[in-house]
């Protein structure tokens, strides 16, 4: 039987220091980290549970943003009046993704760091560089219709599963952390998050102990938020294709984007690309679709994906028509 | 009491969690816990296995391998009915499918047992497996019959000459995927050793057939060998007959001498339970220009496990649907080193029905013509392949009433020519059919002498409304109220039965209670006749009315608890049964089916071609309704499936390994509730005297046929894009889209 020891943690600091041991990780909401456990993905020797740590505040920053506590449970965020007001985009990420049950116990935090949904990194009797190193990726060459496009490589071609996360990246939304030593450092969502490169089991840039103590919002940019995630069911599903927009347009003109996709990357992906191609330049579908083929550029298929090329440029093109219509 | 809407009686058991189910039973004290380790090859040989390590963890009991598995059984063929054969495992280092129990390891606890499994090494010699349907497709055999003992091939007329004189064609290659049964209650057991017998907790459709099973295989007397299922989580099939979990159950408890509980995870249940076949099945229609069909050929090749051959009768669909001179139907299949094929809801009727109602549409979409119209032109008058007469056929009825109550007259005539906003709108219609049968079942029905009523049978409820259902027939047939009668269901000592399977407990079982209440009443009466004692001495058994706990004649009544108590003091009680359909002059003398009309909208989004229904309706001819609350839950249950079928459901095997992908209910897709906003179930008034003394057919698996054809019409409706391999994913319909416009 695989044992592990259990820890309550009612301090911050405390829970920082008592994660540093050996096969220590934290829990919140246990929505992905139970699963992997009882599936002998993650073995962990001891948890320290952080879900009651006093880190459920949505507070107001100085700048016009918000500090959203890591335990704020992705329920709460999304009800919340000031993150429905000011970033919908965020409300309507959290509301598409899994389930109201799920929603109730998963943390912000947690949201943050879910592992992929590839279904060969749930297999452990098949190949997978990210659960473990040097095994190979079965994806390739194997069924990969929900697999990358953008950013993967010969190790690994899996997607980030979060919707919050794609909504955050197109919010400019800053993590912040918490080291063993009790340093706080923020770091950008975008550098947030890594690429497989040759290592596809380190899939951000935490330190080890280091914990997401908030999610810090700037204040809201200008124009229409929209979140439009593209699933296989109406609901209770990952996204095929997710997009975040962001559109301040200005009587015909476009003077401000933001771009970021989900399910097509290791990571939420921002795209500048798209954004470039956008700012300045006519609201119109011919400048939407020289976006969505700036944003798709670089993209690849694995064969089962390869429509979501095609997808991903559709569903930016309606996104950003939408968007730019309502601003 | 009959066709009552009376809630579930097994309700409040079920929602205040007293209602046990197989896993949650307790029998001789603390149990052990099984888990089965799986092949993780698809197919070759097992040259070393190493159990030491999960032998010495703690809390291990017991490492069951093909080493030191005791010798059983062997699948005797010549036993008509495979459910009731034996199903041995663990007999050889051979591997024949991904997954294949390779080892059992019981321990003290279900967490001890699964990080022992882990610890397991296995080494394998790897041989070529055949994992790919369509690489293999061009090595079909022909099987000797398909399904239910049905004719592989059937042939009428001259279809060569028939096709090629018609006017219009359609000739078409459609494609179905693997899929899967899943209940939610997974396959499951408790085996408790008691002296030289076993009594077995299981989840099970047939509790005859697991007994017959688990003795066949454990070679010992089927009277040794107890069975009890009255509470069963869902089965569509995949509990028909019992699986390797019960088997090594029973096998590591009489070896340990102490009860061992195994149940499947859902990954397992994806490998060893089997599923239905993947099918290419090629349809071919030729019509006169006014629609009525000249020639249908139905032409299925299907997998099948080469050690376990199964042919779902998936031609056999078309055999009695439509008219036409020239007729052809064939099956064939294709050996995989997969799972086997096995039932799973309308096994048939299911893909069958996606091909041929798929293609009925196209051929109304060739002609011009509305595809109800089309529909009402090919009704037969006699069954056409067997040349008999339907016994109950209200197709036509199902269709102008569902077209009546949907709003068919609004259909976009046009494909791809209503547009709301971003969705595109399509209609569509399919038909269902569906065989019914009769098999063997048996009941007792007791009268105590305080006046109540148990009925006692091994037939079993899957969720379906059997308690309820068997407490209005024998409330009918004793006229009691029904809190006066109780059921007792789903144990190897009660009269037997051939369960639930292929939609027929429920008609089978309520016939034989029927019966059993009717020779009941008899007995009562006659000895009531001439009893000096009695009310109603010497009064005409005929004109008596059995009602409120009282028997009448005339001006004259007694309590029935009186005549119980007076001449039965210790109860009394009397069996009823039902026939295999063979032995029934009327299954061979009609045509005896289920019929329905399915109506869908859907939307698909002009630019992501996402498909969501919006609205649903099924119209359905199944003569006598038992129960309308129970009967809507089984219809719309069928009919949501088929949307799952035609838009969601595929389990996808890797051709490297053999293995099923997407084994989990998170990557196996089947419907949520936001996916059926509008789904309802109408039944036509009917009584089928043909099928039985009530009147009522199979309900059971009736809604899930058609139900994906009318949703895939809908969408070639909405878009003009026909997909033919299921299910029909956005990807398939992107290519197909408009451009994206302003």
Redesign the interface.
Known sequence: ??SFTYERATDTQAAVTAVARSGAKFISGGTNLLDLMKL?IEDPSHLVDISRLPLRDIEELPDGGLRIGAQTRNSDVAADSRVRTRYPVLSEALVSGASGQLRNKASTGGNLLQRT?C??F??T??GCNKRNPGSGC?AI???N?IHAILGAGDSCIATHPSDMAVAMAALDAEIELLGADGSVRRVAITDFYRLPGDTPQIETVLAPAEMITAVALPSPPPGRQIYRK????????FA?VSVAAIVSADQGTIREARVAFGGVAHKPWRSIEAEGALTGRPA??ATY?DAAEAAMRDAVGQGDND?KI??AR??L??TL?QAARAS | MIGQAMQRVDGPLKVAGRAAYAYEHWEAGQPLYGCIVGA?IGKGRIIGIETEDAERA??VRMVMTHLNAPEQGIRDESIPFEYWRAQPVLTGPDIHYYGEPVALVVAE?F??A??AA?LIEVEYAGGRGRFAFAEHEGEAYVPKTVNAGLPTDTSVGDFDAGFDGAAVKIDQLYTTPYEFSMPIEPNACLVAPRDEDLIVYVSSQIVDAAQASIANTLRIDPARVHVFSPFVGGGFGSKLGIHSETILAALAARELDHPVKVAMTRQQIFQLIGMRSTSSQRVRLGAERDGRLAAIAHDVTMHTNPDVEYAEQTAATSRSLYAAPHRLTSHRLTPLDLPRGTDVRAPGEEPGLLAVESAMDELADALGMDPVELRIRNEPALDPERGVPYSDRHLVECLREGARRFGWEHRPATPSSRREG?WLIGYGMAVAIRVHLQGPAAARVRLEADGTAVVQTDMTDIGTGTYTILTQVAADGLGLPADRVRIELGRSDNPTSWGSGGSWGAANSSTAVHRACATLREKLLAEAHDDARSALRGLDPADAVFSDGDVRIGGASEPLSELVARNHPGGVAAEGETRFMGDEPNYTNYSIHTYGAHFAEVGVDA????I?LRRMLGVFSVGRLLNPKTARSQLIGGMIWGVGAA??EEA?V?P??G?F????L??Y?V?????IPDVEAVVLDGYDDKANVLGAKGIGELGICGSGAAVANAVFNATGVRVRDFPI???KL?PGLPP???
């Open positions: 039987m695989r002998d949904r279904p060969y749930y297999d009797a098949a079965a060459g194997g069924f219709r593209v699933r296989d069911r109406a609901s209770y599903e095929l119109t579908m679709r429509f095609e997808l559709r569903t093109c309606r028509a | 993780t703690p809390g606890t967490e001890q699964r990080a882990e971003r630019d992501t071609a996402e969501r838009l969601e996808v890797d490297r390994s293995a992908v997407n084994r989990d998170a990557q897709l419907p949520v509730n936001a996916d994913t956005l990807e992107l994206m416009d302003a």
